[in-house]
């Protein structure tokens, strides 16, 4: 069976780092374009980056262009993203998708909490 869980997300103060991971099961993940996205409180998801089935290849949203880093081991069939200077408005709850920059994706992870506050 197919699954990603996260892991990673904490309470940090703005200008903070955090580096979440996801780890996949269940499929030949090494084949799949993977992929972030956050949703804040009361908002709908939006997407934050995506990456190539071999790393080769990045996208990322322009709020957070310059700011995050997506990259991926397929030897542990993980993916992460190191997120610096990170704001409020990097607030919410952050999953991993399989696919590429989409509106949705039928594999999905449960999510972790990222909270931006002093």
């Known amino acids: 069976q197919e699954h990603l869980l996260e892991s990673g997300g904490a309470l940090v103060q703005p200008g903070g780092s955090l580096r979440l991971s996801c780890v996949a099961s269940?499929?030949?993940?090494?084949?799949?374009?993977m992929s972030w996205v956050r949703q804040a409180p009361g908002k709908g998801p939006e997407w934050v980056a995506d990456?190539?089935?071999?790393?080769?290849?990045?996208d990322y949203a322009n709020s957070v262009k310059g700011r995050f880093t997506i990259s991926r081991d397929n030897g542990k069939n993980t993916v992460y993203l190191q997120m610096n200077s990170l704001r409020p408005d990097d607030t919410g709850l952050y999953y991993c998708?399989?696919?590429?920059?989409?509106?949705?994706?039928?594999?999905r992870g449960q999510g972790t909490q990222v909270t931006v506050s002093s």
């Open positions: 269940g499929f030949f993940f090494s084949g799949y374009y």
């Open positions: 998708g399989r696919g590429p920059h989409s509106n949705f994706y039928p594999i």
């Open positions: 990456i190539s089935s071999h790393g080769s290849t990045t």
